[in-house]
């Protein structure tokens, strides 16, 4: 998708619906979640790279826009960037689409933390090098 | 809680942790929501008063800022007001805390539709007025 | 209810619902594990007083019938009582109903293990003596 | 796998772990039911043949047991195969992997009911002999 290093497909679960016959707003958290570990994966190491050096990336933030409903079974394709690196911080942008059209959009905020301190801490180098060389690639 | 008209309690499940020990953000969309439920059953004759009425409530838009983790077993106070209606849309704002510390903030947005057609229908005339009475009294 | 020493109450979450219009099937499993951390909290100083000793109680099995399908917002009783300590395992039996209707039933079996270790532990004697005196006193 | 029909992939989410550090039991309930809608996909036109015939399929019976506990994102296979239909009712058995290792199995029930009146429905030919031809081209 333009301007984005990565996507990936998620297809909605029953389980994910509602008594609305769509899915619920709730699920697509999720997906964001579930786009943003296969990004690490692809680009660095997986979010278990993170995990074994002691650290966590908190979720700070979320953001969401739901333009239109989408169905059981539905595949969807969930675009994201990370953006805006700073400090122990740093920021994922979506796009949510179904074929050529936008179902939703948002960004989600983060901060790594030392799981034992709790503190915050600075973005590692070979996760800030990892991720500025996938997002230069996709410019 | 200040300014808001209403607030409800929320118990951390266990179900709703995650591997990090703490709740998932995931769960604070569930958790507006059932503050939502609860306000419109306390202030106009419920959710379901909407729903049978061939209406439905769609969610357009989530934002929540997360202060504070939260832990299993843990009471939270969701503080919830109606703010904006106007035409078919309206929006709730949004204070969740654990005693006096601020755990997340943050609104969502919602449009009225007909079932049968998905089309924006403007927000019932007894739902508008509920909702002002309950907002000017809390003012 | 009859031969339960405990039960709580439960309201069916939007999110918890599905496209059948019911509550999905999954979301019993959370149920009955929110009667588990009340009849605890009630009985014996609460799930994280097992936690707290560095114990987890794993779930090795669920097993559920459905009878009714239930509806958004309904409130249902969740009847437990926990049955069959023997060495690290124990057991509770569940009836879900909605005012006399029979909703679900089923069980449940648990194993206690040292969080480090993962090594199955004998259900410590201040648990089974309680829950022994909370299962006396119902028969 | 050996005297399965069919068997899917599922990766475990972040936000199917729990406070334990491992997926929630309520997680498998999920999978058995994408495992379950990738089968009717294969074999028999997608759930969605069922649904747009005014048919519903309820879940009358869950019944797992875990064997090993699983982590954040790994892989299983879910192997399912779907037995036993008579009258309005069938039911799948399932066998979860990691590798050659058994995590955890069990078996569904359902029951075929009319979407509008609820009442049992006989399971419609095609259904079944969709799956009588892909249950003993596995056997």
Known sequence: MDGFSF?????????ETDAQGIAH?????????VARVEYLERHAGGYQAIRE???????TEVHLR???????DERLTVAARCVGMRGARFRYEYRIVRGDELIADGHTSHAIVDRETSRPTRVPGW?????????????
């Open 66 to 72: 739901y333009h239109r409903a989408v169905y059981f």
């Open 25 to 33: 707003h709730g699920a697509f958290v999720v997906w964001l979640e």
């Open 53 to 59: 050096r002691g650290l966590e990336a908190l979720t």
């Open 127 to 139: 996760l800030a090098e990892a991720v500025a060389r996938a997002e230069s690639a996709a410019a």
């Open 7 to 15: 996507s990936t497909e998620v297809r909605v679960r029953f389980a």
